[in-house]
């Protein structure tokens, strides 16, 4: 995929580069755009092509494999230099996985409380945002303005516009949007590469699949895609998700962001859970799936125990996989996937 | 009063012939009832051996009247349920927040509340695998905590009335615990989410997470007063309250007792049911108080007597209670006596304030919850134990598959060692796993001999 | 399949006076099992592992919602030492009665169920059950009661002429049996076991109302009141003809009343407000030469079961025999199965 | 009649043993005939008392203390009887079935029908097939009577109906005992089934052809 070489030279070219604070955050409840406003690199803490996640963690082994490699994922080149750490309440494992961060770095490391359910009194979890953010204006020394707000906010919709357009078009790979998701690029940058190779061919696909999950360990589209299926809808925690929602740009943004970031979250830690179903659905629609291949990671409460809910309520082939990070068994996600996608071509081929 | 021992269920059998026919007729519960025989409970564990709960026949009890009173109101907490309802009285669930919002809910009348996530126990009591199979076929396999025998419990119907309402604390509490009521609402379950936020311990101010907690409180009482079609009374309240703190008085005077210097007073396993109590208690707050004051009564007879059980020296804290209580009976014939413990269930020590406005008084007390804070705090609750005890060790019970084990038990340990205090942490191992239940026997074995060998090297 | 009750969790709610989801199904496979598990009857009844064996193996291939501990009615007399006949492929059966005189009454005590006659073979089925599946489903043992024992230890119609001729000597034999029985009981229940009470000679074919009044119901309801002591629920079973009393029964206080002559409705009529019921296809419709219909029989004890007010257990109204035709044992269980309460929630 | 068989009657029928061998003997000292004694006086009290147990009067104890009277008078009289003065009605051969020792039931039918006037043969409890074949063929009764208490063992009395008709198509079938009902004997091709004694004795009047 050269596409996504020409990603990755970007990157480490421009990791060399840069010299501002770099504040890394976890999950989908903390905004890019807040933290670039406060004048700092907002880096994405994912697994990334090529790292050892199987490093020393002090976190047992029934903890959810994610918060479990993210020791060794810090231990990497492009998040040793951070300034702090920051994230939401997500799970209850994100919050405790803080509290391990807390004890094995030397930076401040930032939580903040996130609900659980929906529309739950927005004037404390928005101070409980503030505040979080309010650490890393003093870590920067500087306050992030409403007009620097508003530009990130702007930008950040341009990128999500831009990434859209191309997934529904079906010319921006899903290797290449999970990389996007988790880049620690900032947005014009990708903005940027995206229009240098505006000319990405469409991908024909035999089977359509939608890959739903907790975060990947981003090697499981090669293995999905090695034979004619595609991934084109990902709603892990690196795909689709991470750009649906466009953050408004009219009124008060730190409520808009609010919006985006805290309230509108779609993760299936939120009770109940039908926003989430219903975005699902929506994408399956959308994106006309064939099938769904539930990815979760083992002990990752909120994807993992909703598994067979899902396979209720999705209404379509679907396969579970329950895989960890730390240890990923590939060739038996291979065979299993491999014989997943067989049966839906069966199925298609009988159809037609 | 007989010498305190540890008796099993065949002698507690005989044992209870005993017992004055009248006594057996004369406690029971829900005396504000008319008089029905259903209501006495006064009975040894070989009844509820009979109806399925196996481990009783392997457990030891302690031969006074007042643990066999205490057993019995545990053990037919299912049925008394049951016959809430058939009297015509309201049932809350409640679920995850572990004893903060049940003062509230008994202020109500009429109305019992009681912990599906307690049913934890069950499959340990039945030595079954009935209640796990049945989760699992839900979805809730081995990667989910213990908890996941309630979503069994909740789709068999059988162990409890649908409840009026459950109460589900999500939030700062175990994500298990949320997903079990996610998949009780597919079943049909009425469902009121009350959120729980998390703690920033220490640094920040608490004004915020206090009034956030008190608007829960007045959206649940809002909830309570329609599923019961009552409207909240503050006297109720405070009436109410002022029981819910002798409660909670009495479990922190019995849990003083236990640390008696000559003798361990009582058994750990009864301990632990009599800390439960403030749960939900069991059910029947006048009664639960009826048996807690007997209970203390008698702890108070013993450790101001010396007398106790022989042969307990090795003084130990116990951190997350154990599923399978009868780990505890064995570190107990190890020649180890439970003196603390931390159950995750700090919330339901502190004295509700009844002069403040109830939903800030209730919120003020919540927030002493240990899940809600960082590990940190319940490092420090833990050590705070262990100092006050002078314990000899440390027993960490962990569960698998919970949110919370996998990060705060190395933390736990790693502060224990610093302050030179020896630890065994285990996971329980659920019913049918013998293999691996008698390693953890065996490590126990190992440890209490290492702490035997300490303590004899430091008094030579 | 989620959510379906197992039977004990279907026997619990019964006795609270809950409605399951349907009645329990438990027919009373006793010495049935024994040709189910192909072994013989005198190794059924002496040998705990493999009465044992047996009834889980019978249970496994139908399916019905309970285990019985049970051979003969004599188990009680025999201990105490009265001679029973053993044969191969026979049922003990009293040989020759310990008491020839009734002045011998005074010497007899309760026995040693731990060492005494087939007692232990008892005390070791129900511990291997209990291990076995003692979380699903709840076992039965059945306890003669002092009336049956009384005529096992003296000799049937010695014991039923003492009622007349000696009342006293009788009344003496009954209480030394009812020391028995409770004896036998509370080792039972350690063993993991719910006590069934059975006397089948205290049947209205046999005795009259007033024999039943004065020398069996009040032994069953001392017997009754020392389980109760420990709040178990008990279950009476009395054979043959009990038309003539079922008002009496709920005065020995028993929770479930198993009945074999009498039909549901009457039952219903004279005790649904305070007795469970547990009955009741006469067993001969089980036999490979019955062409009773066991569907219609069924259908209709079911269609009076599931009204009875305090629940209802399909079962049949003795023992199921030896040579019961098993499709005929699988359509009751079938029919029971299929039946329902309303919706539990 | 003489008052004193009346009197006989109604001591079998009062369960009163003593007053029987009284009676019995004060009969005989008057020089009354002892067949007509035991006909007019015992059996006719256990006539009655079969009556009393058909209608639920008497029971099985009861029923048991009437034969004990009955017997001490028959002892008494049976001695004096002359050769050949009591005509028998017929021969019955009895007994529990296969795998059934409870005999109470068999007790009291044949006690009916020996008070009636048949001749009986008792095979006694647990009788097989082979055993109830044999006794037709040697004694060459005009019943066969079958009892059985337990459900666990009503097969054997189909196969022993089954070996019976094979071996002597005659020998009228008559069955009975707390388990069997009308269905049942039916259903293994029994002439009779009787619910009780009383029952049994009309049945082998009738089965006999004899009006009682």
């Keep these: ?352 | 009063m007989t010498e305190p021992r540890q008796i099993d269920f065949r002698q507690w059998h005989r044992l209870f012939q005993q017992v004055p026919d009248r006594l057996v007729e004369e406690i029971r519960y829900y005396r504000h009832l008319p008089q029905a025989e259903w209501s006495q409970y006064l009975f040894p564990p070989s009844t509820h051996v009979v109806y399925g709960n196996r481990l009783l026949r392997k457990l030891k009890f302690d031969n006074s009247q007042a643990a066999l009173r205490l057993w019995g109101f545990v053990m037919s907490e299912g049925e008394r349920i049951y016959r809430a309802r058939q009297a015509g009285m309201k049932v809350i669930a409640v679920m995850g927040d572990l004893g903060a919002v049940t003062p509230l809910v008994y202020s109500f009348p009429n109305i019992v509340a009681f912990y599906p996530d307690c049913l934890w126990w069950t499959p340990f009591l039945m030595e079954s695998r009935e209640l796990f199979d049945e989760a699992g076929q839900l979805g809730l396999g081995e990667d989910c905590c213990f908890v996941r025998a309630s979503l069994g419990a909740f789709s068999r119907k059988a162990y409890f009335p649908k409840p009026d309402l459950c109460v589900g604390t999500v939030g700062a509490t175990c994500d298990d615990m949320a997903t079990v009521m996610s998949e009780a609402e597919q079943l049909g379950v009425d469902i009121h989410y009350f959120e729980l936020p998390h703690r920033h311990d220490g640094d920040t101010d608490k004004t915020a997470l206090s009034g956030y907690l008190e608007n829960q409180y007045q959206e649940l009482c809002r909830r309570l007063e329609q599923a019961t079609g009552e409207t909240f009374s503050p006297d109720r309240f405070r009436e109410t309250v002022q029981k819910v703190n002798r409660m909670r008085s009495l479990i922190a005077e019995i849990k003083d007792l236990s640390g008696a210097p000559a003798a361990s007073p009582m058994g750990a396993v009864e301990m632990m049911n009599m800390e439960f109590a403030a749960l939900s208690y069991y059910g029947d707050l006048d009664e639960c108080l009826a048996v807690l004051t007997e209970f203390r009564d008698l702890m108070k007879f013993r450790a101001n007597s010396g007398q106790g059980y022989q042969n307990q020296d090795l003084r130990l804290v116990w951190v997350t209670p154990p599923a399978d209580p009868l780990l505890m009976n064995y570190i107990e014939e190890l020649g180890g006596r439970v003196v603390g413990s931390e159950y995750l269930i700090h919330q339901t020590t502190p004295i509700i304030d009844t002069k403040k406005d109830p939903f800030e008084a209730l919120a003020e007390a919540h927030l002493k919850a240990t899940l809600m804070g960082s590990s940190a705090y319940r490092v420090n609750l833990v050590i705070e134990q262990v100092e006050r005890t002078h314990a000899d060790g440390v027993i960490i019970s962990g569960v698998f598959g919970s949110s919370h084990c996998p990060y705060e038990t190395a933390p736990i340990i790693s502060a224990l060692r610093q302050k030179g205090i020896p630890v065994l942490s285990f996971d329980v191992v659920a019913p049918g796993k013998r293999r691996l239940q008698s390693q953890i026997f065996n490590r126990m074995e190992a440890f209490s001999e290492s702490l035997k060998a300490r303590k004899k090297r430091r008094a030579g | 399949m989620p959510g379906k009750m197992n039977p004990r969790e279907r026997w619990s709610l019964l006795l609270i006076d809950e409605l399951p989801d349907r009645p329990p199904v438990y027919p009373l496979v006793t010495c049935h099992a024994a040709r189910v598990y192909n072994c013989d009857l005198i190794e059924y009844c002496t040998d705990g592992r493999i009465l044992a064996e047996a009834q889980l193996e019978a249970q496994r291939l139908y399916g019905h919602e309970g285990l019985s501990v049970f051979t003969d009615v004599g188990i009680i007399a025999e201990a105490m030492g009265s001679k029973y006949h053993l044969r191969e492929f026979e049922v003990p059966i009293l040989d020759s009665p310990l008491i020839t005189d009734t002045a011998m009454i005074g010497e007899l005590g309760p026995p040693d169920p731990t060492t005494q006659g087939r007692l232990p073979v008892y005390l070791e089925a129900i511990d291997r059950m209990y291990s076995a599946a003692g979380d699903v489903l709840p076992i039965f043992a059945f306890i003669p009661c002092p009336f049956t024992t009384a005529a096992g230890l003296r000799g049937v119609d010695n014991f039923l002429m003492d009622t007349v001729l000696e009342p006293q000597a009788a009344h003496d034999l009954l209480d030394v049996s009812l020391k028995s029985a409770i004896t036998f009981c509370d080792e039972c229940i350690l063993a993991g076991a719910l006590p069934m009470l059975v006397d089948p000679l205290a049947s209205g074919s046999v005795i009259s109302r007033t024999t039943y009044s004065h020398f069996a119901k009040s032994y069953q309801q001392k017997l009754i009141a020392h389980l109760h002591r420990y709040d178990l629920d008990v279950t009476l079973h009395i054979c043959g003809d009990t038309s003539n009393m079922l008002d009496l029964i709920p005065q020995t206080g028993a929770d479930l009343f198993s009945f074999d002559l009498a039909d549901v409705d009457s039952a219903t009529d004279a005790m649904g407000d305070r007795v469970r019921l547990v009955g009741n296809l006469p067993p001969h419709g089980l036999l490979p030469s019955s062409n009773l219909s066991v569907t219609q029989g069924t259908n209709s004890i079911m269609e009076m079961g599931l009204k009875n007010p305090k629940g209802f257990v399909l079962s049949t109204g003795c023992e199921v025999p030896i040579r019961c035709e098993a499709q005929k044992l699988h359509t009751l269980i079938n029919i029971g199965k299929n039946a329902r309460y309303e919706e539990v929630w | 009649m003489h008052e004193l068989y009346k009197q006989i009657a109604d001591a079998v029928v009062a369960m009163q043993k003593d007053d029987v061998k009284r009676l019995a003997e004060q009969a005989l000292n008057e020089g009354l005939p002892p067949e007509e004694a035991i006909e007019k006086g015992l059996a006719a009290g256990m006539t009655r008392v079969g009556e009393l147990f058909a209608s639920k009067e008497y029971f099985v104890p009861e029923l048991l203390v009437c034969s004990r009277a009955m017997n001490a008078g028959f002892d008494i009289l049976k001695s004096k009887v002359v050769e050949g003065k009591i005509i028998s009605k017929g021969t019955v051969v009895i007994g529990v079935v296969d795998g059934d020792y409870h005999d109470i039931g068999k007790n009291i039918v044949k006690l009916m029908l020996e008070a009636a006037g048949f001749r009986l043969v008792d095979l006694g409890r647990n009788v097989t097939a082979q055993k109830f074949t044999s006794a037709v063929i040697t004694e060459k009764p005009d019943i066969a009577a079958l009892s059985t208490l337990m459900t666990t063992t009503m097969d054997s009395m189909a196969d022993i109906v089954l070996a019976l008709q094979r071996e002597n198509s005659d020998v009228k079938i008559m069955v009975g005992g707390a388990p069997v009902n009308e269905d049942f004997a039916k259903s293994i091709d029994a002439h009779f089934y009787g619910d009780n004694a009383r029952e049994a004795v009309i049945g082998a009047h009738e089965l006999l052809g004899i009006t009682i």
């Design chain 1, 1 to 352: 995929m050269d596409v996504i070489t020409g990603f990755d030279r970007l990157e480490k070219h421009y990791l060399a580069s840069e010299s501002r604070p770099k504040v890394g955050y976890l999950c989908l409840r903390v905004s890019p755009e807040y933290i670039e406003a406060c004048g700092a690199d907002a880096l994405r803490i994912a697994p990334r092509p090529g790292y050892d996640l199987s490093a020393f963690t002090p976190i047992r082994p029934d903890g959810c494999s994610f918060c479990r490699s993210v020791p060794a994922i810090l231990e990497t080149d492009v998040y040793r230099n951070l300034n702090a750490i920051i994230a939401g309440t997500c799970c209850d494992q994100m919050r405790r996985l803080m509290d391990t961060l807390n004890d094995l770095l030397d930076i401040p490391v930032i939580l903040f409380g996130a609900p659980r359910t929906w529309n739950a009194d927005p004037d404390y979890f928005r101070g409980e945002m503030i505040d979080a953010f309010g650490k890393i204006e003093e870590i920067t020394g500087n306050a992030a303005t409403e007009t620097e707000l508003l530009e990130r906010i702007r930008v950040h919709n341009n990128l999500k516009n831009s990434v859209n357009h191309l997934r529904r078009q079906e010319k921006l790979p899903t290797a290449l949007l999970q990389r996007i998701s988790c880049s620690i690029l900032p947005p014009e940058e990708i903005l940027s590469f995206l229009s240098n190779s505006r000319d990405l061919p469409a991908i024909p696909a035999e089977i359509r699949l939608l890959l739903a999950g907790s975060i990947p360990g981003v090697w499981e589209l090669d293995v999905i895609e090695s034979n004619g299926s595609r991934v084109v809808a990902d709603a892990t925690c690196l795909g689709d998700r991470v750009f649906h929602r466009l953050t408004s740009e009219k009124g008060d943004p730190v409520q808009q962001l609010y919006q985006t970031y805290v309230e509108d979250n779609l993760c299936p830690h939120r009770r109940p859970v039908t926003s989430t179903i219903d975005y699902l659905k929506n994408l399956m629609d959308e994106r006309q799936i064939d099938g769904v291949v539930y990815r979760s990671v083992k002990y990752c409460h909120p994807w993992g125990l909703l598994a067979e809910r899902m396979k209720k309520e999705l209404e379509a082939p679907l396969l579970i996989v329950d895989d960890d990070l730390t240890s990923p068994a590939v060739e038996n996600f291979r065979t299993r996937v491999g014989a997943f996608t067989e049966m839906l071509k069966m199925k298609l081929r009988r159809r037609a």
